[in-house]
């Protein structure tokens, strides 16, 4: 979709008034031609932005210090978005984080009704394109029906209410983090973090949103291979025992794990 031009007309959106700290964790595999045209929508006053690279082979990293000279750079240590998600999460330092793709198809100037759901007391925000107002102008009808079918899945064995089971626009508060350890390396990443956390008892609220088409590039998806990787893990966790309790008194706890996860090789630069 090299031509289209999705995003008009081209405004920021702001955070809302008193709004805590917000890390945008961004992934990044090939994603040079799309984040001008993300970063141009990041709402003002963010604490920081990361972009996660998968050692892009273009010039991802450059074009993001390019755009902003406060990014910070990570280098995942592994391969897939899970990992690069799980890198980012650790290096993150804002209360609130909020996930969001490299390729245009998720827009910043939504990331204020993320972050005011949040303030209005709840743990998890979770992006949905299929209620409270979303849609997609992304989704193949393939996509569409194997999404439906394990996110029925997942609402059966997990006693969830989602409607969106594989988006990978979420904000969450901090706190929740170790409640997911997240620990995988693919698309499947989503799946995880949702069921972890409805597991916790965390509260979760789905936050309308519209998926706008890639801009420039491929897709790294490839639906039945990840589809099945997302099976598996459902049948996962639905026979990994019950975690304990979230304890609250997270954060230099999730720290260490996510240094483990991370190992030594976790690159964190500011330009
Ligand atoms: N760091 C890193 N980022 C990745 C990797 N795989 C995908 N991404 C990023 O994760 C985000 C989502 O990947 P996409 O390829 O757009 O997947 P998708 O949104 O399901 O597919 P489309 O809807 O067709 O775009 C994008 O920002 C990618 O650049 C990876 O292995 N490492
Ligand atoms: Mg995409």
């Not at 996509?143 to 626009?169: H, S």
């Not at 954060?251 to 330009?271: I, Q």
Request: charged fraction near 25%; proline fraction near 5%; hydrophobic fraction near 40%.
């Amino acid at each position: 979709m090299d031509d289209v031009v999705v995003m008009q007309p081209r405004f920021r959106s702001r955070l809302p008034k008193d709004a805590p700290s917000v890390s945008i964790v961004v992934p990044t595999l090939n994603e040079a031609a799309n984040l001008p045209h993300v970063f141009a929508l990041i709402p003002s006053g963010v604490l920081e932005v990361l972009v996660v690279d998968g050692h892009s082979t273009d010039d991802t990293v450059e074009v993001a210090r390019s755009l902003r000279d406060d990014v910070r750079i990570v280098l995942q240590n592994s391969k897939g978005k899970g990992n690069a998600l799980a890198c980012g999460f650790a290096a993150a330092r804002g209360e609130i984080i909020v996930m969001m793709d490299a390729d245009g198809s998720t827009d910043p100037r939504e990331i204020p009704a993320f972050v005011q759901t949040l303030m209005d007391g709840v743990d998890f925000a979770k992006g949905t394109r299929f209620a409270f107002g979303g849609g997609s102008s992304d989704i193949t009808w393939h996509r569409d029906m194997g999404n439906r079918a394990l996110n029925g899945a997942v609402n059966l064995l997990f006693g969830t209410k989602y409607t969106d089971l594989c988006y990978g626009y979420n904000a969450f508060w901090a706190h929740c983090l170790p409640a997911m350890q997240v620990d995988c390396d693919g698309f499947e990443v989503e799946t995880l973090m949702n069921v972890r956390i409805a597991r916790s008892g965390m509260t979760i609220k789905e936050v309308g949103s519209h998926e706008l088409e890639r801009i420039h590039g491929e897709s790294k998806l490839h639906p039945v291979r990840d589809g099945l990787r997302v099976l598996r893990t459902i049948v996962g966790e639905r026979m990994r025992k019950q975690p304990e309790p979230c304890d609250i008194s997270w954060r230099p706890e999730y720290r260490e794990l996510a240094a483990t996860v991370a190992g030594d090789s976790l690159v964190v630069a500011t330009a």
